[in-house]
């Protein structure tokens, strides 16, 4: 009678450790300063087929711009431009020559 109870303290605490360990993962990932590209399987694979096999710099190349233009997304103007650009009252859609003036600065 009393192995079944030891049986189910280990379980518990089993199971208790993989929540806990699944939780400080997802910490990890919202806390940490190096975030991983999201991953989409199906458009990832067909993808790789297309681009072939890229040397070395290409690679190093396209991960630089790839956090650039990160780094130039997650900003509160570049929200405000796109807010700009879907309101048809907006003076961006007005003026078209602004808009080119946007699209040089990016």
Aim: hydrophobic content about 45%.
């Amino acid at each position: 009678m009393f192995i079944p109870w030891l049986e189910a303290i280990e379980i518990g605490g089993f199971v208790g450790f993989l929540k806990w360990k699944k939780s400080q993962e997802i910490k990890d990932d919202l806390y940490s300063r190096h975030k991983r590209p999201r991953e989409i399987r199906i458009v990832d694979t067909q993808v790789r087929r297309l681009i072939g096999s890229p040397t070395k710099f290409q690679k190093m190349a396209a991960m630089r711009a790839a956090a650039l233009a990160r780094l130039a997304v997650n900003t509160k103007a570049f929200e405000l431009l796109l807010q700009g650009l879907l309101n048809p009252k907006s003076r961006l859609r007005r003026d078209k020559n602004r808009l080119k003036e946007v699209e040089v600065t990016l």
